[in-house]
Structures are given as structure tokens and as C-alpha cells.
């Protein structure tokens, strides 16, 4: 992928009409929102990879996120040559479908920026053994309780 002169990356339409990086059809919209997802997605990865991540793992799924935007985008193609009645009913199904596209984006990156933040080693286990020491507690009180004065 180029950069275009505006800064942006400039995307392979991948057999898409040129217009809908502009046109205001549904399918449009739904072509450039999902492809905004996966920019997204990708720039939280740099941001990541900034922060000392490795993150070839990360980009493996960001890969195969983008090989299923290329059947999303033929499946919007399909659904834009369909009958009006019919088409707005399977780009309203196709618009579902890119929101766990556009989550499953969110949380690739999401994970990637995770594993730049400092994990305290030790941290969780202590917090597990007093709050397991509380509870002891507590059931002791509670047998107490059940003997009686």
C-alpha cells in the first residue's frame, strides 16, 4: 500500500468501485468504515511496536482481519448489485458482521498495548493469598456464630 498525498494510506479497492472511497451509498460507508478499523487497528500496532512490543503475532492477526475485510468487500459488491429492498436488508445483516470486524480490530490492538504496560510480578498472587486469608476469616466468624454463646 502507497501513501497518498494526503497523508493517508491509499488502499487497493480489491475489486471495489473507486467511488465508494467518496460516494455516499451504505455500501460505501460500510467499505470505508471497516478499512478505517483496520487503519486503526494497524496504527495502535505501531504505536505498540514504539513501546518495545513485538509484534509479529499481532500483525499475523491484523493479516487475517484484512483477508476477511476482502470478503466482506465482495460480499458489500454483491449486496450493492441487488434489488433495493433486498439490498437493504442484507447491508443492514453486512453491517453487523463489520461491528465484530471493527471489535475484533479494537481488541487485537487493545492486547498489543497491554503488553507494553509493566506487569508488578508477584502482584496478583499476594492480593490472592490475603484475600484467601479474609475469607478464612470470615468462615471462622461465621462457625462462631453458628455455635452459639
Known amino acids: 500500500m502507497g501513501i497518498s498525498r494526503l497523508g493517508h494510506r491509499s488502499r487497493d479497492p480489491g475489486g471495489v468501485p473507486r467511488h ?10 460500510l467499505h470505508r468504515r471497516m478499512h478505517s ?8 500496532l505501531a504505536d505498540a511496536r514504539r513501546c518495545g512490543v513485538p509484534t509479529e503475532h499481532f500483525e499475523s492477526l491484523c493479516d487475517e482481519l484484512e483477508s476477511a475485510a476482502r470478503i466482506m468487500d ?9 434489488p433495493l429492498r433486498i439490498r437493504h436488508r442484507t447491508l443492514l445483516d453486512l453491517r453487523y458482521r463489520i461491528v465484530d470486524l471493527e471489535r475484533t480490530g ?9 503488553a507494553a ?11 490472592r493469598r490475603i484475600n484467601e486469608r479474609l475469607d478464612r476469616h470470615v468462615e471462622a466468624r461465621h462457625e462462631l456464630g453458628e455455635l452459639g454463646p
Open 37 to 44: 478499523a483496520l487503519d486503526r487497528t494497524r496504527a495502535t
Open 20 to 29: 465508494w472511497e467518496t460516494s455516499q451509498s451504505v455500501a460505501g460507508d
Open 117 to 127: 504496560a509493566p506487569v508488578a510480578g508477584g502482584f496478583e498472587d499476594t492480593l
Open 106 to 114: 479494537e481488541r487485537i490492538g487493545r492486547t498489543a498495548l497491554d
Open 74 to 82: 465482495e460480499q458489500l459488491l454483491a449486496a450493492s448489485r441487488l
